[in-house]
C-alpha cells in the first residue's frame, strides 16, 4: 500500500505557474506508475499526466499538453506535476493516484486527498 500527500495548490492569475507535490510512502513506491487527475465541481475526475515507474514514459491530456510536466525522484519519494500557462479552465482539485502496474490493474489503485488550484482570469 502507498499513502498520497498533495501539496502545492492555490490561487494563481492566468498565465501564471504553480507546482504541486506529491509525497508518497511506501517501501515499493520506487515501482508504482503514478499519475495526476483533477476534478472539478459537479465535473467528473479527468486524467491530466501520468509517469512510470521508471520516469522512461510519460503521458498527458490533450488540454495540457506543453504546458504541463510530470516528473518524479524516487529517492525522494516524491512526484511533482509542473503547471505553466495556466487557463481559468484548469481550475480544480488536482488528484496524485498510483498503481503497482497500471496496464494490469486498468487504473489508480491509491489516492491522495487532493489539492485545490485555482485560476483567475
Known amino acids: 500500500q502507498v499513502q498520497l500527500v498533495e501539496s502545492g495548490g492555490g490561487l494563481v492569475q492566468a498565465g501564471g505557474s504553480l507546482r504541486l507535490s506529491c509525497a508518497a510512502s511506501?517501501?515499493?513506491?520506487?515501482?508504482?506508475?503514478m499519475g495526476w487527475f483533477r476534478q472539478a465541481p459537479g465535473k467528473e475526475r479527468d486524467f491530466v499526466a501520468a509517469?512510470?515507474?521508471?520516469?522512461?514514459?510519460?503521458s498527458y491530456a490533450d488540454s495540457v499538453k506543453g504546458r504541463f510536466t510530470i516528473f518524479r525522484d524516487n529517492a525522494k519519494n516524491t512526484v511533482w506535476l509542473q503547471m505553466t500557462s495556466l487557463k481559468p479552465e484548469d481550475t480544480a482539485v488536482y488528484y496524485c493516484?498510483?498503481?503497482?502496474?497500471?496496464?494490469?490493474?486498468?487504473?489508480?489503485?491509491?489516492w491522495g486527498q487532493g489539492t485545490q488550484v485555482t485560476v483567475s482570469s
Open positions: 493516484a498510483a498503481a503497482l502496474d497500471v496496464a494490469r490493474r486498468g487504473g489508480y489503485d491509491y
Open positions: 511506501g517501501r515499493t513506491f520506487s515501482y508504482y506508475d
Open positions: 509517469i512510470s515507474w521508471s520516469a522512461d514514459s510519460t
